[in-house]
């Protein structure tokens, strides 16, 4: 079965209003339930400009998808547009990478219902000690079992058809935006006003902003989901980019006013430390808990409620979407099959189901899989984002939109995927990196099983420059300094400027390299859209 054949064979059941849902419940999940703490504890009120930057830097890549979104709607975009434009391996590592990070993103959200269901349940979650990542949370067998019955629940729910996935998307996205609405009304009335003023040292202020920016990635990287399912869309020309931007801009303006609100209720007397003591806030101080710290039990009850539905939401999204992945960076074997009933890759998403069963059965804790899904996960965004828009353009291919002052977006929106890896911190940047790089042992493994591995290490020193790009971001954030893990050899904030010229230089060597037309056969080969989705819907 061939790209387009596989593509045609979906169902196009989604509008603007599923989409839409979908964008914005899979950014807006568990993190933000959780994630304002972690922010917190490393920049006090500063961490407002960390959402707010990295709002920003994620809205660039963001409307890059936007665009290619609109230019071929097909499914799991992302890896064609890799493939098409830079090469079969530097597509494959950033599928690879998605497929690690959407993989990793149901088993968090169903670990984040588990450890909120704990104060109710003491027997779902346990702590234990590994090494690397020290004392963690983890899932006792009866937290494991819960997990995995929810799992395959979702996924036979996005097996039966593309449809029920969206309504489940929307009805669950305005469950989690009432829950967190009541947050915010509520907690307007428990602030205490002096918080805001708690502001961190000069010395450190700088670091602890971007670093609070590397722990709201993960509360962002939900946008591509519209993008991934696009083979599925009505009207996609207009309905991706405008699900895309939507879902984004609404995400922004929540988590600004989520997190000044987390911010206002910190109680100092409950937490037993003196004012503006922010290192104190535990990473995994939840809004439930902060409104219990304030008396308010009743918001407490309501917003525990609000992150099960919301984790149940995402898990759900990201189901479905990751099922996508492998389906389409398979080539003619069984991961590539459609239903005949149910028009959903069915044998793909039951695969995704294995493998989301081992994580859960064998997790490294929660914050372990947070960091390593949020690498793996932005890494891929500027391989198979401005880099692959740019191209297109230079070969003549003309999308539905179009992002402005792309000369210089572009660029800065592959730096920024470059500095949101880097901001994790070593030695989670080495982890996640490390995590990727087994995309490479896969490449291989696949080549000679398809007797194809002469070609495959061809491939692999034409895109060399992407091995040297992950080598060279991890032996930077070694020699980083210590704000950010490192050994201190390359202070701040010259290490910014070092990650942000290696970057720029591997962007423009791999635009250069790959800017050329390629000839006709590799253009009717790979494009894989019904060109009645593509010149006979406007974006208007």
Known sequence: MTQLEKNQRLKKDLGLLELTAMGTGAIIGAGIFVAPAAVADLAGPDGLVSWIIGGLAMLVLALFYAELGSLKPITSGFYV????????????MSGWGTLLSYATTAPIELFTIMLYLTSFFP???????????????????????????????????????????????????????AALGSFIIGGAFLIHPSNYGLFLPASS????????????VFS??????????????????????????????????????????????TNWKFLGTSPGNWSAVPSTFTLAQLASSNGAGGLALLITAGIVVSALGTAGIYI?????????????????????????????????????????????????IYFLSAISGVLSYGISGPLPAMIYEKR????????PARQVLAPLGFVVSSLLVYWSSWPYTGYGLGF????????????????????????????????????GLILISYIGPSNFGGTDLLPFPLDQL????????????????????????????????DSRDIYANSFF
């Open 81 to 92: 547009y890799a493939k098409e434009t830079i090469g079969d391996f530097s597509a494959f």
């Open 123 to 177: 027997s779902l979650t346990s702590s234990l000690t590994i090494p690397i990542f020290g004392s963690v949370s983890s899932l006792t067998p009866l937290g494991i079992a819960v997990s995995l019955c929810v799992l395959w629940l979702l996924t036979a729910l996005n097996a039966i058809g593309i449809k029920y996935g969206g309504a489940y998307a929307t009805a669950t996205t305005g469950l989690k935006l």
């Open 205 to 216: 202020a700088g670091s602890g902003v971007l670093l609070g920016v590397s722990a709201t």
């Open 220 to 265: 962002y990287m939900g946008f591509r989901q519209p993008t991934d399912v696009g083979a599925e869309v009505k009207n996609p020309r207009r309905n991706i980019p405008l699900a895309v931007v939507f879902s984004m801009l609404l995400s922004m303006v929540i988590y600004v006013i989520i997190y000044s609100t987390f911010v206002g209720m």
């Open 320 to 368: 479905a979407t990751t099922g996508r992945v492998p389906f389409q960076m398979a080539d003619g074997s069984a991961l590539s099959r459609v239903h005949a009933r149910f028009a959903t890759p069915y044998v793909s998403m039951i695969a995704v189901a294995i493998l989301q069963t081992f994580l859960l059965t064998f997790s490294l804790g929660y914050w372990a």
């Open 396 to 403: 003549g291919l003309k999308p539905a939109f179009r992002v």
């Open 436 to 471: 990727v790089g087994s995309g490479i042992a896969a490449y291989l493994v696949v080549k000679r099983l398809r007797s194809q591995l002469r070609a495959g290490l061809r491939e692999m020193m034409r895109e060399a420059w992407l091995l040297l790009y992950i080598a």
């Open 498 to 529: 070092v990650v942000a010229s290696f970057s720029l230089a591997v962007y423009e060597y791999a635009y250069l390299a790959n800017s050329k037309k390629p000839s006709g056969v590799s253009i009717r080969l790979l494009y894989i859209c």
